[in-house]
């Protein structure tokens, strides 16, 4: 069975900065043997914002039907998840962050529900991956979107020391990540060793 990677692009903007570092991830984790590839733009997903209603504590299920019904099962299946954004006013794109809180119906499964995530010979096999562009040349500047990356994680069962980040500031106008003079390696490298350590993995 190949690794499954599973990608969410997740700015408005097509073809950006962040989606173009999550294109060069991608290429290189597809390059390798035995592994398939998916890459889902979330301003295409039809992904609406979490109510707050708290269903999904009782039903093991959001009660919106949309998008995210398709998504959910990918969530489960893949072994790689690969999230990317822009930085917009110091956190994730509107778009990241409505996936992530939908994300909900995973932490009521978890937490309230006591059910399983993903069956007992997966666990701890999962990796993530954090992408993010951001303009302003900060080193602070990723800081307020880290905690709810790792908390999408941590509620589909991938722990903090399984999720690998890339992210490059200072990059502001569409394409100016291209110009960017490590950004291309350390995605590539990225993708190829996340691979490699999967296999690792899995052949345990």
Partial sequence: MPIKVLAFA????????????LDWVLASM????????EKIA???????????CNACEKLNRCIQRDGM???????IEADCIVLSSPIFCMGLAAQVKALVDRAQVFRSRK?????PIVPPERRGKRFGIFLATAGQKWDHVF???????KCFYHVI??????????????VDEKGAIERHPTAK????????????????RFSS
Wanted: hydrophobic share 40%; with cysteine.
């Fill in 42 to 52: 979330l301003s295409e997903a039809n992904i609406n914002m979490c109510n707050g």
């Fill in 143 to 149: 800081a307020a979107a880290i905690p709810s990356v």
């Fill in 185 to 200: 390696n350390e995605a590539d490298m990225l993708g190829k060793d996340v691979i490699a350590e999967l296999k690792k």
């Fill in 111 to 115: 937490y309230v529900l006591k059910l």
């Fill in 69 to 75: 019904d398709t998504v959910h099962d990918k969530i």
């Fill in 10 to 21: 997740g700015s408005p903007r097509r073809h950006g900065n962040s989606e173009t570092l």
């Fill in 30 to 37: 597809g390059g390798e043997t035995d592994v398939s590839v």
């Fill in 157 to 170: 069962d991938i722990r903090d020391a399984d999720i690998h980040y890339l992210m490059i500031n200072n």
